[in-house]
């Protein structure tokens, strides 16, 4: 449940970049007239070559779009692991965590960050890079790409249903999760004795 809560935390913030990222690439079509004057130059200068200037055009238009894309994904990535070691760092324990009473002990700032790492690679590091690899156009990277992705989160989660209870993050990190201490209830009053 923890998990679901952070990574309903992940993929909110991956809807903001895809919403932005759209924005900007529609920007670009704004900007045509802008790339057309200089796409205009190079046709007056591409001595009657006209499909060369206007692919340099395109693949012009091409890589900022691409470029966009990896820039959002590069900050899901960046801003996902800040989340988990900053949350870990500071208070053992991110939103999810602490909404269901978990918490990671044995977690300094260096093991939060060892964690974070994994934990970032797992849910969201490998298939930010798959869907990068796949907008370049290395299709056969990207396969294999999503499917070591797919093999490294369920390394990672599925651990934790054995009895140690440890994500392959905890085993990395040397560290644990464990229940918060509630204080058991006092022992009832002995019955009256008449």
């Not at 992705?149 to 599925?158: E, K």
Request: aromatic letters at 10%.
């Amino acid at each position: 449940m923890a998990w679901l809560i952070d990574f309903a935390l992940v993929l909110t913030l991956a809807t903001a970049l895809a919403v932005f990222t759209f924005n900007r690439i529609s920007a670009l079509v704004t900007e045509v007239p802008d790339l057309a004057t200089a796409s205009g130059w190079e046709i007056l200068t591409s001595r009657g070559d006209l499909v060369d200037a206007s692919e340099d055009f395109g693949n012009s238009l091409w890589r900022k779009s691409v470029l966009y894309v990896e820039q959002a994904f590069g900050l899901l990535v960046l801003v996902t692991f800040l989340y988990q070691w900053a949350a870990l760092a500071l208070s053992k324990r991110t939103l999810g965590k602490a909404l269901v009473g978990l918490k990671v002990t044995e977690c300094p700032p260096g093991r939060a960050a060892v964690r974070a790492a994994v934990t970032t690679t797992a849910d969201v590091g490998l298939y930010a890079l798959a869907c990068c690899l796949l907008v370049e156009g290395m299709f056969v990277l990207s396969f294999l790409c999503w499917t070591v992705a797919v093999a490294v989160f369920l390394l990672n989660s599925l651990p934790v249903l054995s009895p140690a209870r440890r994500s392959l993050a905890d085993r990395v990190a040397g560290t644990s999760v464990s229940g918060l201490r509630i204080a058991p209830p006092p022992p009832p009053a002995p019955a009256p004795t008449w």
